[in-house]
């Protein structure tokens, strides 16, 4: 599935997993990658402590308490807490059967970060994040299902897996009571079981049955997921966004109104007709192209909001330090530009002379005077969005040096979850907004952005 080198996936490989195996059936790969765990359990640990990272501790008091451990008699069998963490929380735990797990690392470490970049076979929309889970011997979260797809990649120590080959229906999931884990009651069918080293992946589709138990100490797994929209979600916030729009004094008004001698209690037919067609113009349009383009446009932002905040790295930086990064990077003073971890960017077609820019829940809108030029468009959106880094001469490739960059900032305004609209041909205006919004920064210590690890990082572009 991926290149020998890990530098990227294989295209006809990818072609058949997704044919044959995405949200169909898991599937191992042994030695996907030449990996080693990026980071070190006691950085894990530093991570765990810091009071803006999301965090777990799991510990299975139960199976403690089955090798006599005095202390673990009479607690729950199965402990969560979350962070952050005291370093005394996490010195004082038992010697096994404990799990560390902390959320979006991608979005701290710019190497945990560029492995989302090896499965750009799926869509950007698509991805949640890297979750890295530390365990000692005999940790793990117990038997469980999850609502999403996962690759669990192996970057330290050992862990087996232990798996069912027939999904679970959420009707039929019995969690175990009076436990803070969501763990299946009476486990599962072992249809298959591994032991995952270094390097070796397992892909699970949503609600498949499985267990991970580490065998040894030391065991690093990292968790790169693929969150699904959840539809009642959308249903609910798409018309609540429909909503806000409607002027709010528009009210149901009946000129034609009929009597309705001696039955005043009927609805009538006519009343509820007229009630819907208003109903239905407001949420599916004049017409179903408008309808769909305007949910279309809604629904870019919608999934490209970030989970779980705004993204721990990201930092806006004032419209001058963006336009003088933009002019270095063209000019040739500067290499290239990152994209802040954890951001998530995408584009969408809405017309025949209508695409849009979504990142972290904000559109812009880019219109073209003709389908030539919304197709130029098109083709500079792919590279923008297809990348974590973007060399010079993307950029270059992606907006116009004559007299376009300077004052171009100045095009658009956007503030919190406003909308922005750039006019046609602004991609250097939207460039220059997503650098003062700190989703793209420049690694060069004379720009005040991009996360604090960077400084002591090894550069994008060496």
């Known amino acids: 599935l991926f290149l020998a080198d890990g530098s990227g996936f294989n295209p006809a490989a990818a072609e058949e997993f997704l044919e044959k195996y995405w949200q169909k059936k898991p599937l191992l790969i042994r030695k996907a990658l030449p990996f080693e765990s990026p980071v070190s359990p006691d950085e894990l640990a530093g991570l765990a402590m810091e009071e803006d990272v999301k965090a777990r501790l799991i510990v299975e008091w139960g199976a403690l308490a089955d090798k006599g451990l005095e202390s673990a008699k009479g607690k729950k069998a199965w402990e969560l807490k979350t962070g952050p963490f005291t370093e ?33 076979f799926i869509p950007n929309w698509r991805v949640d994040d890297v979750m890295i889970s530390y365990a000692a011997q005999g940790g793990g979260v117990g038997p469980h299902v999850d609502n999403y797809d996962v ?77 699904a929209p959840n539809f009642q979600e959308i249903c609910s916030e798409y018309s609540a966004f429909l909503s806000g729009e409607m002027a709010e004094d528009k009210f149901y008004q009946d000129p034609s109104l009929q009597l309705q001698a001696g039955d005043p209690g009927r609805i009538a037919d006519a ?64 290499p290239g530009i990152r994209r802040t971890e954890g951001v998530k960017i995408a584009w969408v077609h809405l017309g025949e002379t209508h695409n849009a820019l979504c990142a972290n829940g ?10 030539g030029e919304a197709a130029e468009i098109q083709d500079s959106l792919r590279r923008l969005c297809g990348s974590n880094v973007l060399r010079a001469s993307d950029i270059a490739s992606i907006v116009s040096r004559e007299g376009r960059v300077a004052g171009a900032a100045t095009a658009v305004s956007i503030d919190g979850a406003e909308v922005g609209t750039a006019p046609s041909g602004a991609l250097e205006t939207v460039m220059v907004q997503l650098l003062e919004k700190g989703f793209f920064y420049c690694e060069s210590a004379a720009y005040d952005a991009g996360p604090d690890e960077e400084e002591e990082a090894e550069s994008s572009f060496s």
């Not at 735990?93 to 970049?117: A, F, H, I, K, R």
């Open 271 to 334: 009343a509820v007709d007229k009630l819907w067609e208003e109903v239905k113009l407001v949420m599916l349009g004049k017409t179903e192209e408008e309808g769909k383009r305007r949910f279309a446009r809604w629904v870019s932002g919608f999934v490209t909001e970030a989970v779980r905040g705004n993204g721990a790295a990201i930092r806006s930086i004032d419209t001058d330090d963006a336009l003088a990064i933009l002019q270095d990077v063209l000019d040739g003073a500067e």
């Open 362 to 371: 904000l559109v812009w809108d880019l219109r073209s005077e003709s389908a």
């Open 151 to 227: 690759f669990l990649l192996q970057g330290k120590g050992t862990r087996r897996w232990a798996i069912s080959n027939t999904p679970l229906a959420a009707s039929d999931e019995v969690s175990v009571d009076g436990v803070d884990v969501r763990v299946l009651k009476d486990g599962f069918k072992k249809d298959e079981e591994w032991l995952l080293e270094p390097g070796d992946m397992l892909y699970l589709p949503p609600r498949f049955p499985h267990w991970g138990v580490a065998e040894g100490e030391g065991c690093m797994t990292f968790s790169i997921g693929f969150r």
């Open 88 to 120: 005394k929380d996490l010195t004082t735990l038992p010697d096994s059967c404990y799990t560390l797990l902390v959320q979006e690392v991608n979005q701290y470490l710019p190497e945990v970060s560029d492995l989302m970049g090896l499965f750009k």
